[in-house]
């Protein structure tokens, strides 16, 4: 049962809720939005006009390589940690392989075109 805290997925929920408790938290202490002053928010050039051109990147192939990196990243140190167990659980090998199963299922569905 001790080690039951150590175990990725449920260390994974504690911090998340953790985090985002605080930062829920730490939201209530935020000063009151500032007026909008003339000027304040337009880019400055030196003294200039500035005409405005709005470039819009293109991220989608970043994203996929992004996704895919941290997928992998996850999976690779989550089947690790679950691995370095010192005795065998039946329990633990079925949270591993459930853990590829849909690992495999999310990079099937990235990478379906």
């Given at each position: 049962?001790?080690?039951?805290?150590?175990?990725?997925?449920?260390?994974?929920?504690?911090?998340?809720?953790?985090?985002?408790?605080?930062?829920?938290?730490s939201?209530?202490l935020?000063?009151?939005?500032?007026?909008?002053?003339?000027?304040?928010?337009?880019?400055y050039?030196?003294g200039?006009?500035?005409?405005?051109?709005?470039?819009?990147?293109?991220?989608?192939?970043?994203?996929?390589?992004?996704?895919?990196f941290?997928?992998?990243?996850?999976?690779?140190?989550t089947?690790?940690?679950?691995?370095?167990?010192?005795?065998?659980?039946?329990?633990l090998?079925a949270?591993?392989?459930?853990?590829?199963i849909?690992?495999?299922?999310?990079?099937?569905?990235?990478?379906?075109k």
């Amino acid at each position: 049962m001790s080690n039951l805290l150590l175990l990725p997925p449920i260390c994974f929920v504690l911090v998340f809720f953790t985090v985002w408790g605080i930062a829920k938290m730490s939201s209530m202490l935020l000063a009151p939005k500032a007026t909008h002053e003339r000027g304040k928010e337009e880019a400055y050039a030196c003294g200039e006009d500035y005409q405005e051109h709005h470039i819009e990147p293109d991220y989608s192939s970043f994203f996929r390589f992004a996704v895919f990196f941290t997928i992998i990243d996850v999976a690779g140190l989550t089947i690790a940690t679950l691995a370095a167990t010192t005795a065998f659980n039946i329990i633990l090998a079925a949270v591993a392989i459930i853990y590829v199963i849909a690992i495999s299922t999310v990079l099937a569905i990235l990478y379906s075109k």
